[in-house]
C-alpha cells in the first residue's frame, strides 16, 4: 500500500530554516504529483507546495512564494521541502500527500480532497 512519511520538523527561531522530507513507496509516483500542505489549530489545511515527480514543474502558496523550495529526488522516491526565513505564521503541522490518478500532465492539484494518500504530519514551530 501507499505509505508517505514525514521527518525534519522541530522548532526553530523567527528567520531560521528547516527542511523537511516525504519518503514515499508503494505506488509508481512517475505519473504523479506530491503536494505539501499544512494545518495550524484552529484553520483549515492549506495548500504550500506541489512538484510532479516525472517533469518536476512546481507550484507554490503566494504565502512561501521566494521562502519555500520544493524539490525530488527521484531516485530515493522522496519529496522534500526547504523552508527559509521562517515565521510564526508558518508553525503548523505539515503534511505531504500524493494526488490522485488523471489530472492533467502541466497541472498540479491545490485543494486537499485532490489527494488521496496523507502520510501522518511533522510539526513546525516557529518562535518569534
Known amino acids: 500500500q501507499v505509505q508517505l512519511v514525514e521527518s525534519g520538523g522541530g522548532l526553530v527561531q523567527a528567520g531560521g530554516s528547516l527542511r523537511l522530507s516525504c519518503a514515499a513507496s508503494?505506488?509508481?509516483?512517475?505519473?504523479?504529483?506530491m503536494g505539501w500542505f499544512r494545518q495550524a489549530p484552529g484553520k483549515e489545511r492549506e495548500f504550500v507546495a506541489g512538484i510532479k515527480w516525472s517533469s518536476g514543474i512546481t507550484y507554490y502558496a503566494d504565502s512561501v512564494k521566494g521562502r519555500f523550495t520544493i524539490s525530488r529526488d527521484n531516485a530515493k522516491n522522496t519529496v522534500y521541502l526547504q523552508m527559509n526565513s521562517l515565521k510564526p505564521e508558518d508553525t503548523a503541522v505539515y503534511y505531504c500527500?500524493?494526488?490522485?490518478?488523471?489530472?492533467?500532465?502541466?497541472?498540479?492539484?491545490?485543494?486537499?480532497?485532490?489527494?488521496?494518500?496523507w502520510g501522518q504530519g511533522t510539526q513546525v514551530t516557529v518562535s518569534s
Open positions: 508503494g505506488r509508481t509516483f512517475s505519473s504523479y504529483a
Open positions: 500527500a500524493s494526488d490522485r490518478p488523471g489530472r492533467p500532465r502541466f497541472t498540479i492539484a491545490t485543494m486537499a480532497d485532490e489527494y488521496d494518500y
